[in-house]
């Protein structure tokens, strides 16, 4: 089955502790990116990717790091979490840009 | 940052009722415009994909056109059930940056 995955999909963890969020999909896809969605403000583009060892800002990318060392993998680390990174975090892929984008399950992090 | 709007924010119709949603972006730069279905507690799911000025797709009750010229794009759902109950989101790729923005959503609510 065609699938972006994304673990974990609830995580609580304190001010500072490093954590990663890892997304995978099985489709070959070539563009990959990650989301936050905050109440009010929509979804906003953390950072993306346009192949593997392509990387680049998205419009928040502050606070987060990413790498695409394979194709199929985009994990998405916080070196220092705080606690307004507490959100709703999304994987997405699709197989070029500008075409459908396709969603994980989403990660609900709090971070305290 | 680019403004992708949406409008109304939220919706409340009866079963039967047709309806529509607009999304205005910057008309400028253009690539495509996405739109997704986002139901509660489930990830965004891709309802069309357009790139040229005049385009219409249809998938089954829900429709959209786009207008790039002037910067909109209309959904339109025909006798609305209570399973259209959703966030619909609209989203916007420019032609100079790799990203995608995303508008705040409508939120639909069909009720019996």
């Not at chain 2, 079963?15 to 507690?41: I, K, M, Q, V």
Request: glycine share 8%; charged share 20%; hydrophobic share 30%.
């Amino acid at each position: 089955e065609a699938q972006v995955t994304q673990n974990p999909r609830y995580l609580i963890t304190v001010t500072g502790k490093k954590l990663t969020v890892t997304c995978s999909q099985n489709m070959n896809h070539e563009y990959m990116s990650w989301y936050r969605q905050d109440p009010g403000l929509g979804l906003r583009q953390i950072y993306y990717s346009m192949n593997v060892e392509v990387t680049d800002k998205g419009d928040v990318p502050e606070g987060y790091k990413v790498s695409r060392k394979e194709k199929r993998n985009f994990p998405l680390i916080l070196e220092s979490p705080s606690p307004n990174q507490t959100s709703l975090y999304f994987c997405a892929s699709s197989f070029g840009y500008g075409t459908e984008a396709f969603f994980g399950q989403g990660t609900r992090l709090t971070v305290v | 940052i680019l403004n992708v709007e949406q409008s109304p924010q939220s919706l409340h119709v009866q079963e039967g009722d047709s309806t529509n949603f607009t999304c205005s972006f910057p008309s400028s730069n253009f690539y495509a415009l996405h739109w997704y279905r986002w139901e509660t507690a489930k990830s965004p799911e891709a309802l069309f994909v357009m790139t040229l000025n005049g385009d219409e797709k249809k998938k089954g009750r829900i429709s959209a056109t786009l207008n790039t010229k002037e910067g909109y794009s209309y959904l339109y759902i025909k006798g609305s059930q209570p399973e259209d109950s959703a966030t619909y989101l609209c989203a916007f790729n420019t032609g100079t940056a790799s990203k995608l923005t995303f508008g705040t959503g409508t939120r639909l609510q069909v009720t019996l």
